[in-house]
């Protein structure tokens, strides 16, 4: 079936801006853009959008879970459930990340999101899986259970994870470990991306594994030496190369002066918005568990037993609607950050766009200036 949405101020990604158009759909695929006043395919339903904002689904490349689950432990129904969760957030696409876990729990997710990949059915859809764990720093674990930390397999990683879902596959590690530079070689030779994370890289090390290619910083500031004037570190190798950067905007992980100055330093396009959100997010205040450890969860705020920051409570337009008030730029530049800077850098190219080829996930948004989400179309259906 073919759907004409008229009376919409559609989403461009290329100016960041909203303006009138006419969105066509068919087989829950964008098939045309137009003005309205341009010729447009015929179609077998019109649907009118009332003249509000519409914008591309968002996509979270670093989440854990959330609605009570996690996806490092979670079944077939609890990563459904998860997916139905995402979506009523506004986030149609991501990327089920895994913290540390021992082998054969990491190799059984890997195959189970694996095969729910790409159904939009039931909720958001999961592009592939991101890897959190086991390859980390153990000074820079965060709440990461130590004796769950190994040393830089590659033939351990591929069996883990590659075996199990193919590309995309993005894989966050401690690589100034990799002295070798081969767990890194076999990321890109299996088609992953890599980011560096809970890492104690010098700058010239966090330099090196750029050149030998690196594209991002995962959760950037957090569990990483700090920015120094006289020892920059890997955030100085951050903000002035071309890699691109993962932040938490949920005013906690980051002071809203930090996240500006990010943004800032930054070449449009390579500041990515995550939420880093575990089993709590979209619950109440309770105990919880991530990577091996118990969470307390107060008023939001994830912390383990010694006090560590345990990912966030936070959902993805949230963090859209904080980066736009921290960084002191509009809603529609803000949202650049949670879909098409995390679609490119992960290399995917069927999301993250109100464009022809892209899937027909999108969101239809308040008039409000700090806007809310009225409703979430996915594959062009209405699904809440």
């Keep these: 079936m073919q759907i004409r949405f008229t009376d919409a101020l559609l989403y461009d990604s290329a100016s960041g801006r909203f303006a009138p158009g006419t969105l066509t759909v068919s087989d829950g695929v964008i098939t045309a853009v137009t003005a309205p006043d341009a010729p447009a395919p015929a179609a077998d339903r019109m649907v009118s ?24 432990t979670a079944d077939e129904n609890a990563m459904c459930a998860m ?23 990491l190799k059984a997710s890997s195959a189970m999101i694996a095969g729910l990949r790409d159904d939009s059915t039931g909720g958001a ?62 990321i890109r030779a299996l088609g992953g991306t890599a980011g ?30 700090p920015l120094h004037h006289r020892d920059p570190g890997p955030v100085c190798a951050a903000l002035t190369t071309d890699a691109y950067v993962e932040l938490i905007c949920d005013g906690l992980h980051l002071h809203p002066r930090m996240v500006r100055m990010a943004y800032q330093a930054k070449k449009r396009g390579k500041f990515v918005l995550i939420t880093d959100s575990m ?25 383990t037993q010694d006090g560590a920051l345990a990912g966030s409570t936070l959902s993805l337009f949230d963090a859209v609607n904080n980066l736009a008030a921290f960084a002191d730029i509009p809603f529609g530049e803000a949202l650049l950050c949670a879909t098409r800077a ?29 806007p809310s989400i009225n409703e979430v179309w996915l594959g062009g259906i209405k699904y809440c």
């Design 49 to 72: 959008l009332g003249g509000r904002r519409v914008a591309p689904g968002l996509i979270d490349v670093h989440t854990h879970g959330r609605a009570g689950h996690d996806f490092t």
């Design 125 to 186: 859809r999961f592009l592939g899986v991101h890897l959190e764990g086991r390859y980390l720093n153990p000074a820079k674990r965060g709440a990461h259970a130590p004796d769950l930390i190994a040393p830089l397999d590659p033939d351990e990683l591929e069996a883990v994870v590659f075996r199990m879902c193919p590309p995309p596959v993005h894989v966050s590690a401690a690589l100034e470990l990799d002295k070798s530079g081969e767990f890194l070689a076999r």
């Design 279 to 303: 089993e709590a997010t979209g619950m109440g205040d309770g105990v919880y568990s991530i990577a091996g450890q118990p969470v307390i969860v107060k008023d939001g705020r994830a912390l």
């Design 196 to 225: 560096l994370a809970h890492t104690a890289a010098t700058f010239d090390e966090a330099m090196t594994v750029i050149e030998r290619g690196v594209t991002s910083f995962t959760h950037l500031f957090n569990t990483m030496p």
């Design 342 to 370: 995390p679609a490119d850098m992960l290399g995917v190219d069927n999301v993250g766009d109100l464009l022809p080829g892209r899937m027909a996930d999108f969101l239809v948004l308040s008039d409000a200036d700090v």
């Design 83 to 105: 997916a139905a969760s995402y979506a009523q957030s506004g986030v149609t696409a991501l990327m089920p990340t895994l913290a540390s876990a021992p082998v054969d729990d």
